[in-house]
């Protein structure tokens, strides 16, 4: 440093504290490949916090964060401390953990992570945010492993805001996480992997699967799982479109559909619909850390950029399992995640200098496009301009592709109302942000988990482009949405505090205009310090 | 490839309110942006617009009550501020601010800890007091970029996003365009309003403009009822509640930045939205439940004495910079007024900017980034720095 280097002291360089722990590898989610990544790597002796946010908080559920449940979940869901046994005991995997000398922690939440780079000199390490129902803190760590999964990419159709809409991999964790499904007889969206799968545990737990129903005129997964599920007793409804689902006081009671050759429509008698048509790769973490991440059709949607299915672009963070792409927008599966998850850690592991033979990679592929199945379901429900997508915020598809100011804000002026997408279209491609920042479409305290994808890809069917040609809107932290004072650092640092200004705090920045170059200038720096609030 | 007679680089809220300043009065103009509109720190800021130190202060205030009807779209504009304290050192300064706001002729009524929480219901018992500018206000910045840039086409200036300046073109001592990758587009007159980038656009042609980015972040609640007072801050924050009812509000250590022609690579919020929560839950305890539900950064420009350049170049004579550092969300629509007149007349007809030219700096010496320590600093170079 030169010896005329000035500091300054308002600055934040020097200020971020030390993390409230730390642990040479964080695992961030306790699936299967989360948990067979923090065996593997503590095997080596590293040493390894496991964080799965499992079990949720109740007024996070019905938030439907981080999954989309559609309030079918018992009231079993309210008594934490049991959900955690449940959690344990359907998963030996995490027993495994526990054992192999893991730090395992449930129920707590990784709402950001952070590390040093452009833009981010003054972070001393790389650091996790973590939070439980009561506080946050802080966790620095030398490696990351994202084992995230993927979510439920959903559709809106009438009524899809009542309880009982619902999708897969909610579906999944309430049926076989929590052990606390409340849903008894089902119509499962789609007829790709992903609803067979949805379909066969369905039926496996004894629920009545009424039918599965596709936009598309042919069934998408394999020819002889369409034969066994008739032969289960599931009606296949192919070329038909959800119109609306009827409700009463226990949420939706069944499903109308419209039969798009003929237009005849006709309600299948239900009380949970499950949207089993894609999942996606959860890859917020990796945006809010700077992490590449880019289109990948086959993968569900967007997906970390990786040589090998565990690196990403950045040095110390890795992904395994459904994060690193839901294959045709199903699950790679159980047996795959664990195998990814296991290679992660020998990734990770090489990457600290232990000795490790990495296994050969066993990639699951699939060839089938699911963006291009969530656009065909998308197009069709295109048909109900009227259908609010975004629950949140209350925007409609038509709202959307009108790019209509909320209602908060009254009728539209003359020269708004001859504004819509259209207009926008003529100075450079439909951008999401954008479009969220008008319409505020995507911009509730569900983080748009449930609205997303589905108004990306309305955006693309009413712009013409493909759904791969809207750019990602930006994912930001907290990435769970946390009340204010638990996320607060109620002990802050003494530096944090004793320099904290309202602005920058340069020094004569906020002096009155007529004061500059008087002898007043110097009295109005003093009285302004901290910032003057302008 | 075409261009205008006045070509604006940068389509902030800067560059677009000069856009439509100047279509107001007749002239061809075109904005062109590197991205799309208000990208960079004009979506991003907190909105406010009470800057009783500025030279374009009184016409900030005469023009924000006008804007929607003047622009044809709304800007969520709402009046007025409550800015209270719970220390009594803050109240100090706060007292003293509304001085020197009454000293320029505008109403400031001091509060009693009940009126502040008549107008501010989230406060708490912890107020020890506050003021009341019967001026000010705030407004929503995405909407207000947004608003700018059609109000601008609707009176037929053009905005091409997307649009790099790469290079700024002269000949005979003036500027004749502006280089891009849609190929040269010529003018008779720039407006260089490119934010951070303006430095690096000015020095090849021999202008030095000395700047220094740096990061500044804010978090935003889920939606709480509306509050009389939207515009409530104090405790060490600027912010407001959304007409939407969210909580947005910044404040605290900022970072300083390199950042080259093409712009930011990321702008990346920090742990430091941990003590905003903290301080928001602090200010409005009965809002301290809310959930937060995102966080954002933007990049702002800071001259050496922080303040802005507004500056009609002598040399080219051709030659308009605007480059407003931390407070040109709310000034914008004085700042285009201001760079209408100066592209078109010369000079600023309601304002004396004597103050903000560029040649205050012509002494500035080459290493004042690294005096001021304004550079990137590590932690193990801070701790250094800190050490007695
Ligand atoms: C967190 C935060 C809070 C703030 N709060 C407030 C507040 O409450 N009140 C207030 O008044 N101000 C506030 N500010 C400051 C305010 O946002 C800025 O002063 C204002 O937005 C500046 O606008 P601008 O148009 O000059 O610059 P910018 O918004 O930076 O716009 C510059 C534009 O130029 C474009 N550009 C750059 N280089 C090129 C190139 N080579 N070619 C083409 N285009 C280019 C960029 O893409 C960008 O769109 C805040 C800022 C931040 C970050």
Redesign the interface.
């Known amino acids: 440093m030169s010896a005329t280097r000035g500091f300054d002291r308002i600055s934040q360089a020097g200020k971020v504290p030390a993390p409230d722990e730390r642990t040479q590898i964080l695992v961030v989610g306790g699936g299967p490949a989360g948990a067979a990544a923090a065996i593997e790597a503590a095997k080596a002796g590293g040493s390894v916090m496991l964080v799965d946010e499992n079990p949720v908080g109740v007024g996070l559920m019905a938030l439907d964060t981080p999954l989309y449940f559609g309030g079918r979940f018992t009231n079993a869901v309210q008594t934490q401390a049991r959900m955690v046994e449940q959690i344990l005991a359907s998963s030996p995997l995490l027993e495994a953990a526990f054992e192999a000398g893991v730090d395992v922690r449930l129920g707590t939440y990784v709402w950001g992570a952070f590390t040093p780079g452009w833009g981010l000199a003054s972070l001393p390490e790389s650091l996790a945010g973590l939070a439980d129902e009561e506080r946050a803190w802080m966790v620095g760590f030398n490696r990351l492993i994202l084992a995230t999964g993927a979510r439920d990419v959903a559709f809106a159709f009438r009524g899809w805001d009542q309880p009982g809409v619902m999708g897969a991999r909610a579906f999944e964790a309430l049926t076989s996480r929590y052990d606390a499904f409340s849903g008894r007889r089902l119509v499962i969206l789609g007829t790709g992997e992903l609803a067979i799968e949805t379909a066969r545990a369905a039926l496996s737990r004894g629920l009545l699967v009424e039918a599965v129903v596709d936009v598309a005129d042919a069934f998408q997964g394999d020819p002889s799982a369409a034969a066994e599920l008739a032969a289960a007793g599931v009606e296949i409804l192919l070329g038909h479109v959800p119109v609306s689902a009827p409700s009463g006081l226990e949420g939706i009671e069944g499903l109308t559909l419209s039969d798009h050759a003929t237009g005849a429509t006709r309600t299948l008698p239900c009380d949970t619909i499950i949207e089993a048509i894609s999942l996606t790769p959860v890859i917020e973490l990796l945006d809010v850390l700077g992490g590449a991440i880019a289109p990948a059709p086959r993968l569900g949607g967007h997906a970390p950029v990786t040589s090998d299915g565990t690196a990403t672009s950045l040095p110390n963070i890795f992904i395994a399992g459904d994060v690193a792409g839901a294959p045709g927008g199903a699950s790679m599966g159980e047996e795959a995640a664990i195998a990814s998850g296991r290679r992660a850690a020998q990734a990770v592991l090489a990457s600290l200098g232990h000795e490790v033979r990495p296994e050969v990679s066993t990639v699951v592929e699939s060839d089938f496009d699911a963006l291009a199945y969530q656009m065909a379901w998308a197009r069709a429900l295109m048909s109900d301009p009227d259908v609010v997508i975004c629950q949140c915020e209350e925007v409609s598809r038509a709202a959307l592709t009108e790019v209509r100011p909320p209602g908060y804000l009254g009728p539209p002026s003359p020269a708004q109302a001859k504004r819509d997408l259209a207009s926008l279209l003529e100075d450079g491609p439909a951008n999401q942000d954008q479009i969220k920042r008008l319409t505020r479409a995507c911009m509730g305290p569900c983080q748009a988990r449930r609205c997303r994808e589905q108004v990306a890809l309305t955006l693309a069917c009413a712009s013409n482009v493909a759904p791969a040609d809207v750019p990602l809107a930006g994912y930001r932290a907290p990435v769970r949405p946390l009340p204010l004072n638990v996320l607060a650092d109620w002990d802050e640092s003494p530096e944090i505090a004793r320099h904290w200004d309202v602005w920058m705090g340069i020094p004569g920045q906020w002096t009155p205009y007529d004061d500059i170059g008087t002898e007043r200038e110097a009295l109005s720096a003093g009285i302004l310090g901290e910032g003057g609030h302008a | 490839m075409s261009g205008a007679s006045v070509i604006v680089i940068g389509a902030g809220v800067t560059g677009l309110s000069s856009a439509w300043w100047l279509a107001r009065s007749g002239v061809d103009v075109l904005v062109i942006d590197k991205g799309?509109?208000g990208?960079e720190a004009s979506?991003r800021n907190g909105g406010?617009a009470?800057?009783?130190?500025?030279?374009l202060?009184h016409e900030e205030q005469k023009l924000w009550p006008q804007m929607?009807e003047l622009l044809?779209?709304?800007t969520?504009y709402r009046r007025e501020r409550v800015?209270f304290a719970t220390t009594e050192h803050?109240l100090e300064?706060?007292r003293?601010?509304a001085e020197?706001c009454r000293g320029?002729g505008y109403r400031v009524d001091d509060l009693d800890p009940a009126q502040v929480r008549s107008f501010v219901p989230l406060a708490g018992d912890n107020v020890t007091g506050g003021i009341h500018l019967r001026f000010g206000g705030q407004a929503n910045p995405?909407?207000t970029v947004?608003a700018y840039?059609?109000?601008l086409q609707?009176l037929g200036g053009r905005?091409f996003?997307?649009t790099p300046a790469l290079r700024i073109v002269t000949a005979g001592g003036r500027v004749s365009g502006v280089e891009t990758p849609r190929g040269v587009l010529g003018c008779d007159h720039l407006v260089v309003a490119a934010g951070p980038q303006a430095e690096a656009l000015l020095a090849p042609i021999g202008l030095r403009l000395p700047l220094a980015p740096?990061?500044?972040e804010m978090i935003v609640?889920?939606p709480a009822p509306l509050m009389p007072v939207g515009g409530a801050?104090?405790n060490?924050?600027?912010g407001r509640q959304t007409?939407?009812g969210n909580l947005a509000y910044g404040?605290?250590?900022?970072?300083?930045?390199d950042v080259d022609a093409l712009g930011?690579?990321?702008?990346?919020?920090?742990?430091?939205?941990?003590?905003l929560?903290?301080r928001?839950?602090e200010l409005l305890p009965r809002?301290?439940?809310?959930?937060?539900?995102?966080?954002?950064?933007g990049v702002?420009e800071?001259t050496p004495?922080?303040?802005p350049v507004l500056d009609r170049i002598a040399d080219p004579g051709n030659l308009t910079v605007a480059t407003m550092?931390?407070?040109g969300f709310?000034l914008s629509p004085a700042t285009g007024h201001a760079v209408r007149d100066l592209v078109i007349d010369g000079r600023c007809s309601f304002a004396d900017l004597g103050?903000l030219t560029l040649a205050r700096f012509k002494d500035t010496p080459a290493?004042w980034r690294?005096?001021?320590?304004?550079?990137?600093?590590?932690?193990e170079?801070?701790?250094?720095?800190?050490a007695p």
């Open positions: 799309i509109v990208w979506g406010g009470s800057h009783y130190h500025s030279p202060f929607d044809g779209y709304t969520e800015i803050h300064n706060y003293r601010m020197i320029l995405q909407r947004q840039a059609w109000a609707d905005v996003q997307h740096a990061r500044a609640t889920e801050d104090g060490g924050l600027y007409l939407r404040g605290g250590p900022h970072e300083w930045l930011p690579r990321r702008r990346p919020s920090t742990p430091i939205l941990r003590n929560a903290k928001v839950a809002g301290a439940h809310l959930r937060v539900i995102r966080s954002w950064a702002v800071n004495d922080g303040r550092s931390g407070v709310g103050k290493d690294e005096r001021q320590g304004w550079l990137p600093t590590t932690h170079q801070a701790l250094a720095a800190m």
